[in-house]
């Protein structure tokens, strides 16, 4: 298949672009703040220090930091993309342990402070596109999803690597909802997708802490497959050796498989992936294959038929 060279980012960079937008929006927010405006959770972040600009930053226009903190996907807080942000107060993001366990040789739950010292944080800016067939350009700070990885030395017969979410259930109003997900929210990855350069856990965003509605305090985010595949608030990462199915997967077996790369010439059963809606533009873009990552992923896929692989 003919894979569309991505020619939109540059390396190691974070461009002027991107700082002239952040710093716009930056003040945006205190003037808002200054009206008294009601986004308390984006003034309660602190931000996070020793940030070095990472590999992989998108030039795309980032999205502003008042569309990313309430345009969300967070089913345990309600189905509306207006819920995380409204319903997600009481959400306590400290204290807060990961448990890394399964085939490893050294399972170890982690303090989020423990995990924060692990490595250098970096910001990569990404394109993130939900299946939805909507996207946005989020600068994460993070480091890569490898090193935490590396740290519990997964044992050979380990071949998957499955994400579990936090259930909170007196801050999480959307558990509750009727015929929703089963929850805990449940994703997986095979162990080279994992270990990609392009995988990140992110501790933040915009040079912050994660707001709750983004996946406090700690998310993997994934830029080459749809959205979903990026669990949030993350308590559990579990090795196995058997193929994970994830919650969407029990959901919708025919519209959501484990692969789920982005992928513009699979559309989802009920609408098409060709295009997206960037958040604050008028006019559809192109989706692009792997999101344009394809230099970084396309070879953890040779062989493999891309056309079943929604
Ligand atoms: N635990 C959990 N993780 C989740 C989700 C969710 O509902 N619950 N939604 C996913 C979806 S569909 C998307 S598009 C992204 C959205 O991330 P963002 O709100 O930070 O942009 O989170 C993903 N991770
Ligand atoms: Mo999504």
């Known amino acids: 298949m003919l894979i569309k060279r991505p020619n939109d980012y540059l ?5 002027p672009r991107g700082l002239f937008e952040r710093r716009r929006d930056f003040l945006r927010l205190s003037t808002a703040a200054a009206l008294g405006a009601m986004l308390p959770e984006a003034f309660a972040n602190a931000k996070l220090a020793g940030i070095r600009p990472g590999p992989y930053a998108a030039t795309d226009a980032q999205t502003p930091y008042s569309k990313v903190t309430t345009y969300n996907n967070f089913y345990e807080f ?3 993309k207006s819920d995380p942000a409204e319903t997600s107060g009481k959400f306590r993001a400290r204290p807060w342990k990961i448990s890394i366990e399964g085939l490893v040789k050294k399972p170890k739950t982690l303090d989020i402070d423990d995990i924060l010292k692990l490595a250098p944080l970096e910001e990569r800016i990404y394109r993130l596109r939900c299946v939805e067939a909507w996207s946005m350009v989020i600068p994460w700070i993070g480091f890569p999803l490898s090193t935490l990885l590396k740290h519990v030395e997964p044992l050979g017969s380990a ?7 936090v259930v909170q259930k007196d801050t999480m109003p959307g558990l509750s909802g009727f015929g929703s997900l089963d929850w805990p929210y449940t994703e997986g990855l095979r162990i080279d997708e994992a270990m990609n350069p392009l995988a990140i856990v992110a501790v933040g965003l915009y040079g912050e802490v994660l707001p709750n509605q ?15 595949k990026s669990a949030k608030s993350i308590v559990t990462i579990r090795f196995v050796d058997k193929e994970p199915v994830s919650s969407w997967m029990k959901a919708g077996p025919s519209e959501y ?7 513009p010439e699979v559309d989802h059963p009920r609408w098409t992936q060709s295009s997206e809606r960037r958040i604050g533009e008028f006019f559809k873009r192109k989706t692009l294959m792997f999101n344009g990552y394809g230099d970084q992923v396309a070879a953890l896929y040779t062989g493999m038929d891309l056309r079943k692989n929604y």
């Open 11 to 15: 390396p190691s960079e974070i461009t």
């Open 78 to 80: 309600g189905t509306d």
């Open 159 to 165: 071949k998957y690597v499955e994400f579990v979410s």
């Open 214 to 228: 983004n996946g406090a305090p700690v998310r993997v985010v994934l830029p080459w497959k749809y959205g979903f």
């Open 257 to 263: 498989g484990f692969y789920s790369n982005v992928n």
